[in-house]
């Protein structure tokens, strides 16, 4: 099974990865609920309990509006939003009055600890990923239980069993590792710490906007570009790709690697570090 980051439908209440486009920003119909003068409550329907939770902001993600940020308050769902202890981790989501498509389960893309979640969506038509591409602030959706163990660090902490970390995303796979970068693993407490991450062409590719301040940490931010045009200078072609024509890691026993993407690219990644003696304890996925 591949890593969670954006899945737009339930097959055997199983995730699965899929990429998505999404069509541009505008209003999409679905019902709009209000929740200024009323608590929210968990419900209970088909043997799960769903937590409404109004969006506070939405909008692109990416310069293209191929990719949409939305945060939702759970100022009224403190236990929902105590139960997130660990990124990597993910829910089920759906839309009010959507009952006829299949909720979609969706990393955390912020960090363990606020007061509420982000999510990092793209879409296919006809799916609830889409009507999540419409939402806007006010709107109400809801949030099943949060699943999963997240990343388990433990196997890459203290910073000196893995001196080295590499961490691998593409797509919206960057939603859980946007959340364990800003929760924090001691980058600064290790010699050599990586974001491999993958996008088609600059346009499409999110967080832009946040690689400063990941990289005031000391991690280094390298964007892989699989469709770049002709005034892109930084690495081209596929994630791996990128990473194992030029590895240059100075102790594959102290190495830890972190991966959410595409399943070829997690595959290839994890055989090549594996043979070249990266312990595979000390390769994490949130799944």
Known sequence: ??????????????PSPHTFSVPAMGSLPFLRRRMRSRPVAAVQQDAAVWTPAP????????????????????????????????????????????????PAFMAIASPPGGAGFEFLVKTVPGTTAEKLCGLRDGDVVELGAIM????????????????????????????????????????????DVRLYYGARNIQTMAYQDKFKNWESTGLKVIPVLSRADDSWKGEQGYVQHAFLKAQNIANHFSTGVVLCGQKQMTQEITSALVGDGVSPDKILTNY
Do not use: C, W
């Open 1 to 14: 099974m591949a890593s969670v980051a954006n899945i737009s439908t339930i097959s055997h209440l199983r």
């Open 55 to 102: 969006v506070s902001s939405s909008g692109p993600a990416s310069a293209d509006g191929s990719l949409v940020h939305f945060s939702v308050d759970l100022s009224d769902a403190a236990d929902l939003a105590a139960s997130f202890a660990a990124p990597g981790q993910y829910l089920l989501i759906r839309v009010p009055g959507e009952d006829e498509l299949k």
């Open 148 to 191: 999963g163990n997240g990343f388990p660090i433990n196997r890459i902490n203290p910073p000196d069993e893995a001196q080295t970390v590499l961490l691998f995303a593409t797509g919206t796979g960057i939603s859980p590792i946007r959340s364990l970068i800003e929760y924090g693993f001691g980058v600064d407490q290790r010699a």
